[in-house]
């Protein structure tokens, strides 16, 4: 059974630094791509960055050159270093991991992230 555990999310005054982490576990198959996405309250689930096997990254242009997007394969673990943070990143923070040829996407419970005076 795919299981992916977030931890890192928090309150955090505007300009400060978060970092998120999601360990996959319990697939057979090999992992692709990683990342992160975001859900505010009242909008729609959107990328904010995302990192195949190979470590190529992508970004949302909003948080390009303040958010970088890594991975550790050995240990099926992806992170998010969140830096000069703003209100308007506040949001629920959901990994995914995709499994096999298919691409099969697991996503993780969410992590929230409350950047506020």
């Known amino acids: 059974q795919v299981q992916l555990v977030e931890s890192g999310g928090g309150l955090v005054q505007p300009g400060g630094s978060l970092r998120l982490s999601c360990a996959a576990s319990g697939g057979i198959f090999s992992i692709y791509g990683m990342g992160w996405y975001c859900q505010a309250p009242g909008k729609q689930r959107e990328l904010v960055a995302g990192?195949?096997?190979?470590?190529?990254?992508a970004y949302a242009d909003s948080v390009k050159g303040r958010f970088t997007i890594s991975r550790d394969n050995a240990k099926n673990t992806v992170y998010l270093q969140m830096n000069g943070l703003k209100p308007e990143d506040t949001a629920v923070y959901y990994c995914?991991?995709?499994?096999?040829?298919?691409?099969?996407?697991?996503w993780g419970q969410g992590t929230q992230v409350t950047v506020s005076s």
């Open positions: 995914y991991a995709e499994f096999g040829a298919t691409k099969v996407k697991y």
């Open positions: 990192i195949t096997r190979g470590l190529s990254t």
